[in-house]
């Protein structure tokens, strides 16, 4: 029987990326972004490189708090199981802590935050009935860091990860068939992220020190998806900078913090 993924924010990004590694597997793809236009686009383009996937889409503001629940009652409407949840909608803001625009900063802690906990708890009481099911929430490498002109994104991916880390733990203990996977994605270059955190020319994105492409995203996070794995850092330059880091004297993390998270002129 066909299986079902749900893919916030599957229209774009590492979201579609992931889609089409779903697809090729032949999950059916449900989709929930924002404007209507992107998920009409992106539907017509992965239907042309794979004319056998079935598309649903939904266009919502995953920032209301009602959101949550309003997805779920989609999806029982189409009357699918939710074989795999991938909680990847999300977005940064990037700027002086207490100049950033305060309505921008509380949408984005809703999504990147309340809807990822939401979705979780709504489609987790679901997999636990079914005895089976899994959950991949898209955290960060900012997660790890304390991040200059990002402190409450840094915070809200810091929330993804450990949430998401001690359910894994959780769900181990009561030897759940559910499986709840956390990626921590370096700094992504050609999505539209950068542009909507405010990110144009931040030294990170070019640096090289943890930069990774969407498809080294897509692929790392659905092989550590497939392998049960609790957390899958994605690729290499963020993984070997991960445990460089941890040995690294503290002065010296903070000036490089301070560093990629400048403008370059
Ligand atoms: N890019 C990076 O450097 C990076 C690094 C680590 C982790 N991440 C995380 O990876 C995830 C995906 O990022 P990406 O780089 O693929 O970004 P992206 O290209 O901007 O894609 C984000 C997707 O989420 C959707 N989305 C954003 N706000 C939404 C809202 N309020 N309601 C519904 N959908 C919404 C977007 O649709 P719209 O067109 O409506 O915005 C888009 O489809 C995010 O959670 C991000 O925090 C990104």
Excluded at 102 to 130: C, G, P, S
Excluded at 180 to 190: E, L, M, S, W
Aim: charged content about 25%; proline content about 3%.
């Amino acid at each position: 029987m066909k299986k079902t993924v749900l893919i916030t924010g599957g229209s774009a990004g590492i979201g579609y990326e992931m889609s089409r590694l779903f697809a090729r597997d032949n999950y059916r793809l449900l989709w929930v972004s924002k404007p209507p236009e992107e998920l009409a686009n992106a539907k017509e383009k992965i239907m042309k490189e794979l004319p056998s996937v079935e598309v649903r889409i939904l266009a919502k503001d995953l920032s209301n708090v009602s959101a949550a629940q309003e997805v779920f009652d989609w999806v029982e409407s189409l009357g699918f199981f939710v074989d795999v949840l991938v909680n990847n909608a999300g977005f940064g803001n990037y700027g002086d802590f207490e100049k950033n625009d305060l309505e921008k900063d509380l949408a984005m802690i809703r999504l990147n935050v309340i809807n990822v906990y939401q979705l979780t708890r709504l489609f987790l009481v679901e997999m636990e009935k079914n005895k089976g099911g899994k959950i991949m929430n898209i955290s960060s490498s900012a997660s790890y860091f304390p991040l200059p002109n990002s402190s409450a994104y840094a915070a809200t991916k810091a929330f993804v990860r450990h949430m998401s880390n001690s359910l894994w733990l959780e769900l181990k203990a009561r030897k759940s068939k559910v499986q709840i996977t956390t990626v921590c994605p370096g700094a992504i270059v050609n999505t539209n992220f950068q542009a909507a955190a405010n990110m144009q020319n931040v030294r990170t994105f070019t640096s090289g020190l943890a930069s990774v492409t969407p498809q080294e995203v897509a692929k790392d996070a659905y092989k550590g998806l497939k392998k049960g794995k609790q957390i899958v850092r994605t690729g290499w330059k963020f993984r070997i900078n991960y445990y460089i880091t941890k040995i690294t004297p503290r002065f010296i993390t903070d000036f490089m913090l301070i560093r990629e998270m400048e403008r370059e002129e």
